[in-house]
C-alpha cells in the first residue's frame, strides 16, 4: 500500500464541492500548477482536474423506444430517415449505430464514396429537435397484427432516448500515414500518396485518460460530461487493452484504454453531437466527453499533470497495414507536441500534420466541466469498479 503525504476522499471532494469550496483546474491549468509548486503542493491546492475530447467516434449509437402503435407492430425493421435501425430487440425498441449509412447513399454524389447522412447525423437531427420520419415493418402475429407503420416524429415523441456507446474516448490512438502512390480514403480521413500528410485523433493532455492513465479514478459509475449533458461510464468500452507499452508515467504509446458511455440523449445538445461525414469512409459521429479527475493524492496531482511532449503514439502506414491486417510495423513514434507543431518528418520526408480532433472544443469542455462542478451542479460519481488495468 502506498504512503501519500496528501490524501483525499470522493465523499470530502463531494462535501466542498456542495459548499461552493472546491478547488477546480483544467488538465491545462494543471500542467503549470504542478511545474510551479510540485505535485505534492499541487495536489493540496486542487480538489478536481477536467479534461475533454471532442472527436468522431465510431462506436456510438442509442437506444429508442417510439411507444405502441394502433394496432400494434412487433417492429422487426425500423429506419429512421432511410437509415436502417436495429429492430431486433422488443416490438417497439430499437438501436440506432453512428456508421449506419442511409439507403441509397452514396447514389449521386459526386465522388465514387461520397456518405452523406448516416446514422451520426440522425442522432444529432433528434437533439436538435428536428423532425425524423420513422418507418416501420413487422412480420405480423396475433398480439402484433400490424405489418406497417410510419409516422413524423420528434425526440419529444420518443418514449426514451438513450445515448448508449460501447467504445469512446480512447486513450491513445495511432497516427496515419499513405506511403503509396495513391490517394486513400480512410476512417482517419483522405491520406495523400507519398506520406504528405500524416493525421492523429486525439486531444493529446487535455484528453481523459491521458489524464488517469492506469484508470485509478475512473470506472462503472463514474459521471462524466456526455454529449453537453451528465452521463456516466457504463463499463469499460470494447477492445479495452491497457497491456501495452507506456512511457513517462505510465502514459500508453499506443491504443489503449476506452470507457462504454451512457446517458439520456434528451438532455443532449445537437452542438456536442455533430454527424460527420467522411470521403471515401462512411459516416460517424463527433461525440463531446469529459471526465472529471479527482485529485485523491500526489500520485493523481503527477498524472493530471501530463504534457503533449511526453505523449507518444505510434505511425503506421494505412496503405499498408490495414489491408493486410495481422500484426502493425509502427513506423517510428511521435509526440502529440510534435503532431500539433503543424508538421513532422518521417523517413527524412516532411508531412503535414492535421487532427481529426478538435482540440478547442476539448478545452471548452475541460471549461463547462470546471464552472459545473465550481457551481455545486455536478458531483463526482465514486466507480463501484475501476477499469480493468495492469499492476503498476
Known amino acids: 500500500m502506498k504512503k501519500f503525504r496528501v490524501n483525499k476522499t470522493y465523499k470530502e471532494i463531494n462535501e466542498k464541492i456542495k459548499k461552493g469550496k472546491a478547488v477546480v483546474a483544467t488538465a491545462e491549468e494543471m500542467i503549470d500548477i ?103 415493418e413487422g412480420y405480423g402475429t396475433d398480439c402484433y397484427p400490424a405489418r406497417r407503420y410510419e409516422k413524423n416524429i420528434t425526440i419529444n415523441d420518443l418514449r426514451d432516448a438513450i445515448l448508449f456507446n460501447p467504445r469512446n474516448a480512447y486513450q491513445n490512438y495511432n497516427c496515419a500515414v499513405n506511403m503509396s502512390d495513391k490517394t486513400i480514403y480512410t476512417y482517419m480521413g483522405v491520406l495523400r500518396p507519398r506520406v504528405a500528410n500524416a493525421n492523429y485523433a486525439t486531444a493529446g493532455q487535455l484528453s481523459p485518460l491521458f489524464n488517469d492513465p492506469h484508470y485509478m479514478t475512473i470506472g462503472i459509475g463514474t459521471r462524466i460530461f456526455l454529449g453537453g449533458a451528465q452521463g456516466y461510464v457504463a463499463w469499460h468500452g470494447t477492445q479495452h487493452n491497457p497491456n501495452v507499452k507506456r512511457g513517462k508515467h505510465g502514459v500508453p504509446k499506443e491504443g489503449a484504454g476506452t470507457i462504454s458511455a451512457i446517458g439520456n440523449l434528451k438532455e443532449m445538445s445537437s452542438h456536442w453531437l455533430v454527424g460527420a461525414s467522411m470521403l471515401g469512409y462512411g459516416v460517424s459521429l463527433y461525440v463531446g466527453i469529459g471526465i472529471p479527475i479527482p485529485v485523491l493524492n500526489e500520485e493523481m496531482a503527477k498524472y493530471t499533470a501530463v504534457k503533449n511532449e511526453n505523449i507518444f503514439t505510434q505511425i503506421y502506414d494505412y496503405s499498408m497495414d490495414y489491408p493486410k491486417g495481422g500484426a502493425l510495423k509502427s513506423l517510428g513514434e511521435v509526440s502529440y507536441k510534435e503532431l500539433r507543431s503543424g508538421e513532422i518528418v518521417i523517413n527524412g520526408k516532411k508531412a503535414i500534420t492535421a487532427s481529426l480532433s478538435s482540440y478547442y472544443k476539448a478545452k471548452e469542455i475541460a471549461h463547462i466541466l470546471k464552472e459545473w462542478i465550481e457551481h455545486g451542479d455536478f458531483l463526482l460519481g465514486e466507480p463501484q469498479q475501476c477499469l480493468p488495468s495492469v499492476m503498476i
Open 34 to 136: 504542478v511545474e510551479r509548486h510540485g505535485h505534492v503542493e499541487g495536489a493540496r491546492r486542487i480538489d478536481v482536474v477536467t479534461t475533454g475530447t471532442f472527436a468522431p467516434m465510431c462506436s456510438s449509437g442509442a437506444f429508442l423506444n417510439f411507444g405502441h402503435t394502433a394496432p400494434r407492430i412487433r417492429a422487426s425493421k425500423v429506419w429512421l430517415n432511410d437509415v436502417l435501425a436495429y429492430g431486433g430487440i422488443a416490438a417497439v425498441d430499437c438501436y440506432i449505430g453512428a456508421t449506419e449509412v442511409a439507403e441509397g447513399d452514396p447514389l449521386n454524389s459526386v465522388y465514387p464514396g461520397e456518405f452523406k447522412y448516416g446514422g451520426g447525423h440522425v442522432i444529432q437531427d433528434l437533439v436538435a429537435g428536428n423532425v425524423i420520419r420513422l418507418r416501420a
